[in-house]
């Protein structure tokens, strides 16, 4: 094909202008968020502090300065605060795995047949097409106690006769893995799609066993893909509470902090206690990630 | 808007402009006048300037300093769609979106001319490019979209017609092909062009006038002949062609030369032809001005510069013509360019030879080459 | 060299099983929205179309649908607004804040769901909004914000900016730039963002559950349904909009291959 115009390299041109439009531009987004992002922040950290009102009911506190609302959730649900990031770690790295090699077959093997490519690709993000609850509770009922999976593993002796697949840490993981894959895969392949292929065969052309060219060239050069991968699958499943609730593949012994944020606020409304959960968690999130992205070298991530 | 449009060039002024950017400065001081109807090429190396002044003559960056006319009208406060002039880009940056008519007819529809279309089709025929009208940019080769991009600009008759590297992106083929082509349809609409390049040989071609810019400033400006058979600077001297170039202290002085000793070789210049007569000054010729000599030094007379006797280190042959590099003692390294017309004595390598060219086709400089030893 | 076949053969193979795995549950709820609820509705019943022609039966699924089909209209009509505005302030643009924009713009990402659901629901306490319809269409239109910001500011990016200075260059001042050359560029990207932010909308649940009150959605109809076994019903739903927007995702992708096919013809 010929010369496409648009690949004009960016010199003196394209640098960012300076104008009164931006404010208008800025503006409105940055109000909305302001309103229903900033001052919620401020709000749920206000929440956290709070103290019941003595005598009151279920659900009624007053503001106050209750830091040791934050020592006592600690206590109360370490093993679920350990056990979300536990998971999490598991399931981004069996996305990572399961994750790579379809996005470097879409991205890399397929280059040249960009119809196939895409129809790939929509297979990949399928699953978002149908509800996340749904799909959950298909996993559900196909590891249910008389599903043939379950039965098959009971007859071939890997489950007791007495044990149930449902509610255990594995299908809660297998789970979370499943419902996430997707967001691992999408930037994977955006990144792998743009890698240089001539690399590849120069490190093949100076020696390179194709499986010294994958460690020590394609998976180098991926690495943005794979922290902004990663990054888009830890932070939900961390916060997720679908999965590991009991209505879908989980059991008490295999709540998350997402769950445990839930019943506080939702059923019990001990709004402090879920509100400093919730900050512990936007916490050590904002912490892992900066730590992570400085470690990858990605900032430019942002 | 009241932007005029004439149907012929118009001068173009540029008074003190500075441009800086945060960092560095991309534009000094540059003052420089181009006359109605003329084809200026601002000629240099990457990140010369060239094509910063471009971009503010045609109002995509504003000066830091100093004032644009065009037609003797000040526009350095005017937006890019309210000044007359036009531009062809690098990448020619057709719309994707739109096809190549409506690519032609944007700006004369953005002006509210009547008949925009039958206007832009007629812009697409100066082109050879009718038959194309309907189609999308991507669709066309490189050379179709060079053209389109010029039936773009040259559409909306402006005063001034800006070239940004638009041969950049051709092959060397398509490339000489076109710059026939644009010296044609300039001759033809008559408008000033202002074309950027760092191409030395696109902008001697075609150019009436041809300014050479270096760090930011115009190093020589004048017809390429002048600029050729006379630079001015070091630099002038190697960006344009190649330079065999000489430095001494000035050892005789007088109304007609200028003669200094390099090594006991007296190379002189004529001093009409000298920028500087006195101290250490630089004196060069072109290789294909110089001639070789085997065996025994020529009868040295007046009107001669003779140096030797050197070592042939290097021959290479390119077709039309051969080109041997002299080892000198104490001199250094010459080249040589020896026309191929088939009939040149055989010389070998190794070859012990002397060095001759006329006295009248040596030039002076202004400037001395830098100390790195850079200088042939 | 039996190994070097078995590599080439590996990895197509292995991307089919992957997708075969990926398609278990949709295939699924397919099969199961043909369920004929005899009894219970966990386990295999019988095969009916009744679920199909009569979805509305159940009016309780059809009514959560329509509210998750207003609110994603609503919050996706408004944050693409909002997220492309922002998306071209921080890449076409030069300002003070900039760099601290772009974190503000990544954080909503960087939040888990959970988080900003009990934020916004605790603002709404304290400033004393009654939970409803409105309140969700609010958490949504911030949680899909940094999304369509994300996706326009990818777009943007492969806009090469001579593109508009040609356009300021032949006579167009700024807002006709932006009307004929800009936003017909970014067209496709924003498209791209607004579906990605319908979709994101329509299916949540964690966000939509601690600010929606006693209003019901399709995931929040689902998560409640859960306990007891789905309804065949809400499975039609989930399937007719996954037919509806893969239907969608191919339509674009034939159309577009098929304009490249006849680029490369005419070439």
Request: charged share 15%.
């Amino acid at each position: 094909m010929a010369q496409v115009a648009t690949r004009a390299p960016r010199s003196a041109a394209g640098q960012p202008k300076k104008s009164r439009i931006v404010l208008l531009l800025l503006l409105p987004g940055m109000i909305y968020l302001g309103l229903f992002f900033i001052t919620p922040f401020a709000s749920l950290i206000t929440t956290s502090l709070q103290a019941p009102v003595l005598g009151g009911g279920i659900g009624q506190y007053q503001p106050g300065l209750e830091f040791g609302n934050y020592g006592f959730v600690v206590n109360e649900y370490m093993e679920q605060i350990v056990r979300s990031f536990v998971y999490a770690t598991i399931a981004t790295l069996l996305a990572l795995a399961f994750s790579y090699p379809i996005a470097y077959f879409i991205g890399v093997r397929a280059r040249k047949h960009p119809v196939l490519q895409g129809l790939m690709l929509t297979l990949v993000i399928a699953p978002f097409f149908i509800s996340f609850l749904l799909r959950t509770f298909a996993w559900k009922e196909l590891f249910g106690q008389d599903s043939w999976i379950s039965n098959l593993l009971r007859d071939s002796a890997i489950l007791a006769q007495d044990q149930y697949l449902l509610g255990t840490p594995i299908v809660v993981i297998f789970g979370l893995t499943y419902n996430f894959i997707p967001f691992m895969t999408l930037p994977l392949y955006t990144n792998l799609e743009r890698l240089d292929t001539s690399l590849l065969e120069a490190g093949s052309d100076l020696y390179a066993k194709p499986t010294s060219t994958f460690w020590k060239v394609t998976f180098p050069l991926s690495l943005p893909g794979i922290t902004s991968g990663t990054l888009l699958t830890f932070i939900p499943i961390a916060g997720d509470y679908v999965t590991a609730s009991r209505s879908f593949l989980g059991s008490p012994n295999t709540a998350m902090l997402g769950n445990v944020i839930e019943s506080n606020y939702l059923r019990i409304q001990d709004y402090p206690s879920a509100s400093a959960l919730s900050v512990m968690l936007m916490a050590a999130i904002v912490v892992l990630v900066s730590i992570y992205i400085r470690r990858t070298g990605t900032e430019d991530l942002l | 808007m009241a932007t005029e449009f004439v149907a012929r060039g118009a001068d173009l002024e540029l008074v003190g402009i500075r441009k800086e950017f945060p960092g560095f400065v991309a534009i000094e001081n540059l003052d420089l006048k181009i006359p109605a109807g003329e084809f200026f090429a601002l000629l240099g190396p990457s990140g010369c300037g060239k094509t910063t002044t471009l971009r503010l003559v045609a109002g995509l960056d504003s000066p830091t300093k100093g004032k644009i006319l065009i037609g003797n009208k000040d526009v350095t406060t005017d937006k890019p769609h309210e000044r007359p002039v036009n531009t062809v880009f690098q990448n020619y940056a057709l719309f994707p979106h739109m096809s190549v008519l409506d690519n032609v007819a944007f700006g004369i529809k953005q002006r509210k001319v009547s008949d925009p279309m039958p206007k832009a089709l007629e812009a697409l025929k100066l082109v050879e490019l009718e038959h194309l009208a309907q189609r999308r940019p991507a669709q066309l080769s490189g050379g179709q979209q060079q053209r389109v991009a010029l039936a773009r600009a040259l559409v909306n008759r402006p005063s001034l017609l800006l070239l940004d590297e638009p041969l950049g992106a051709l092959d060397l083929k398509l490339r000489r092909q076109m710059q026939v082509e644009l010296k044609a349809i300039q001759m033809e609409v008559g408008l000033t062009f202002l074309h950027v390049t760092h191409d030395q040989e696109e902008a001697m071609d075609m150019a009436d006038t041809v300014a050479v810019m270096n760090k930011g400033r115009i190093e020589q400006m004048g017809a390429p002949e002048t600029l050729y058979e006379r630079p001015k600077t070091i630099f002038v001297s190697k960006f344009l062609g190649q330079s065999n170039l000489f430095v001494g202290d000035v050892a005789e002085s007088n109304s007609d030369s200028v003669s200094i000793n390099v090594a006991g070789n007296k190379i002189t210049v004529p001093t009409k032809r000298a920028e500087k007569t006195t101290g250490k000054i630089a004196i060069g010729v072109r290789p294909e001005k110089a001639t070789f000599h085997e065996d025994q030094a020529p009868t040295s007379a007046a009107g001669l510069n003779i140096i030797g006797p050197g070592e042939i280190i290097d021959i290479r042959f390119t077709g039309v013509s051969n080109q041997y590099l002299i080892e000198i003692p104490q001199i250094g390294k010459v080249t040589v360019f020896a026309q191929n017309v088939g009939k040149s004595p055989v010389t070998e390598l190794g070859a012990k030879v002397w060095v001759s060219w006329k006295v009248e086709h040596s030039f002076g400089l202004s400037d001395l080459p830098a100390e790195n030893g850079e200088g042939k | 060299m039996s190994k070097f076949s078995l590599g080439k053969y590996l990895l197509p193979t292995y991307t089919i099983l992957a997708f075969v795995f990926l398609m278990i549950p949709i295939a699924y709820t397919f099969i199961f929205s043909f369920n004929d609820p005899f009894k219970n509705t966990t386990g295999w019943q019988g095969f009916t179309f009744k679920n199909w022609t009569g979805v509305c039966n159940n009016i309780d699924v059809c009514l959560a649908f329509g509210n998750s089909l207003l609110i994603a209209t609503i919050a996706t009509i408004v944050s693409t607004i909002l997220g492309t505005m922002l998306a071209i302030a921080v890449t076409r643009y030069e300002f003070k804040f900039r760099s601290a924009t772009n974190l503000l713009l990544f954080l909503p990402l960087a939040t888990p769901e959970v988080v900003m659901g009990a934020g916004l629901a605790a603002q709404f306490l304290n400033v004393g909004i009654p939970k409803g319809i409105g309140t969700v269409i609010v958490a949504h239109i911030l949680f899909t914000l940094s999304f369509v910001v994300v996706t326009v500011k990818a777009r943007i990016a492969t806009l090469d900016p001579k593109l508009e200075e040609a356009g300021r260059d032949l006579y167009a001042p700024p807002v006709q730039v932006f009307a004929k050359i800009t936003l017909p560029l970014l067209l496709p990207g924003i498209m791209a963002a607004a579906l990605l932010a319908f979709a994101l909308s329509f299916d949540d649940y964690i966000i939509t559950a601690f600010n929606s009150g006693t209003e019901v959605t399709f995931p929040k109809y689902v998560f409640a349904a859960a306990v007891r076994g789905i309804p065949p019903e809400a499975n039609v739903i989930g399937s007719a909009v996954f037919i509806f927007a893969i239907a969608l995702v191919l339509v674009f992708q034939i159309s577009g291959a098929m304009r490249s096919k006849a680029l490369a013809k005419k070439n």
